[in-house]
Every structure is written in C-alpha cells, then in structure tokens.
C-alpha cells in the first residue's frame, strides 16, 4: 500500500457536465501527477504539478485541468464531459528530481493510488 | 517524443515456472530510466523493477529480472518462479532523466498464472 489516496473511487456522470476528481500524495512529496488509463489500454499522461504549479502537460485538451494546493494534495478537474473520458484516472506522487534522493525514496519512483474510475453516459 | 511497444497482449505460464515478457522502446534520448509495474484487479500500479540506462548490469529484484538491450532498445522482464499472485497487467514504462516525473507506458501484457 502507497500513502496515495484518491476520491472518489467510481463515479458516474452524464456527458456534458463537470466532474472534479481529487488526490491526496505520499508523504513528503511534492510532485503529482495524473494519468488517464481507458480500458484495455497502457495509462496516459495527463499532467504535472510540482509545488503548485503545472510543469508538464500530455496530449489533453484545455477542459482538462488541475489544481494543487499547499499541502500538495491535488484535483483534477474536467469540463464538458465526453464519452470517451470514460476511464480510470491514477494519480502519482514523487519527489522531483531536483531534491535529495533517500534509498527507499528515489526521485524517479512514483507511488500511485488506486485511480478513480469514472463512467460517461 | 518516447513510444513503448509491448507486443504480448496475453500471456500465461504454469505456476512455478518461468516468464519472460517483452517490451521494446523508440527514443533519441540517451539518459532515461526504464520500468516495469504491476496492476493486479485493485488497479493501483505497482512498481516492480527499475533500471537506469546508464547501468550496463540488469536490474533483478529477488524473482524478478530484466535483459536490457540499450543498443536494440529492448527491455524484457523475466519473473522466475512465479507464483498465483503475479497474475496482473504488467507495463513497461520509459521515463526521460532531467525531465520531470513523466511516464511513458506501453500498452500492456496481462499475465495468468496457472495452478
């Protein structure tokens, strides 16, 4: 088990609307990041946010958008919803590159939650 | 721009025996990591194996090895001894170093174990 928590763990929205998903990152971290897994398929990356900051961003449209908050728990946030935005959505935590490394906590290791699956109908 | 190809869609072995699952990888970069997780049914991603393509040696993990071939941009896993409960969805991922903590992951392997 990771100290990665996410909510909620199933939601389901009509297409159209706006949904808000929210993560709560490991200890110690200040790095989250979003991916978006459809089903069958590897997870895509969403983006980034380190210290409350968007740093990296994936092949997604604008109404796809997130927040990150001083305690570095994040949401995501996505507008006008679309069938196909019927997912699983993982968020991971790490720390960045640019910070001291532990052993047991390596910069480039990302401790991922148990994802939000959300259905579009 | 990275891509990860894993051309096993499903795999399945006989408890007890040995693994090994593919992935191969399209990128410019010279300095990344490569690795390898695990998504049982609770779906949370696990990581199971990590190697710095800097390092010549193969990564192993107690069950759990790696071929890492940079020159043909190959990176398989080998889990040996393998048990009901590596039964999951494996995806090799590529991350670029000095880059941000961004995954590229390929499209998964789902691996049966059976008794």
């Known amino acids: 088990e990771t100290g990665v928590t996410q909510s909620p763990t199933h939601l389901i929205k009509t297409r159209g609307q706006q949904v808000t998903l929210r993560c709560s990152s490991q200890?110690?971290?200040?790095?989250v990041s979003w991916y978006q897994q459809a089903l069958g398929q590897g997870p895509q990356f969403i983006f980034q946010?380190?210290?409350?900051?968007?740093?990296g961003r994936g092949n997604f449209p604008p109404r796809f958008s997130g927040l990150q908050f001083p305690n570095y728990s994040s949401e995501l946030n996505v507008n006008a919803l679309e069938l196909d935005d019927s997912a699983l959505y993982l968020c991971?935590?790490?720390?960045?590159?640019?910070?001291?490394?532990?052993?047991?906590?390596?910069?480039?290791?990302?401790?991922f939650g148990s994802g939000t699956q959300l259905s579009v109908l | 721009a990275q891509t990860v190809t894993q051309s096993q869609p499903e795999m399945s072995v006989q408890e007890a025996e040995t693994v090994t699952l593919s992935c191969t990888y399209d990128?410019?970069?010279?300095?990344?990591?490569l690795f390898w997780y695990k998504q049982p049914p609770s779906r949370q991603m696990i990581l199971v194996i990590r190697?710095?393509?800097?390092?010549?040696q193969n990564a192993t993990e107690n069950r759990f090895s790696v071929n890492f071939q940079k020159a043909a941009k190959s990176f398989s896993l080998k889990i040996s001894d393998s048990q009901l409960g590596d039964t999951a969805m494996y995806f090799c991922?590529?991350?670029?170093?000095?880059?941000?903590?961004?995954?590229?992951f390929g499209g998964g392997t789902r691996l049966m174990v059976k008794p």
């Open positions: 991922a590529f991350m670029k170093r000095r880059a941000g903590n961004m995954l590229t």
């Open positions: 200890s110690g971290h200040n790095t």
């Open positions: 946010y380190y210290r409350e900051e968007e740093n």
């Open positions: 990128t410019s970069e010279s300095n990344y990591y």
């Open positions: 991971a935590s790490s720390r960045p590159e640019t910070e001291v490394p532990t052993p047991n906590d390596p910069n480039e290791k990302l401790f």
């Open positions: 190697q710095e393509a800097y390092k010549q």
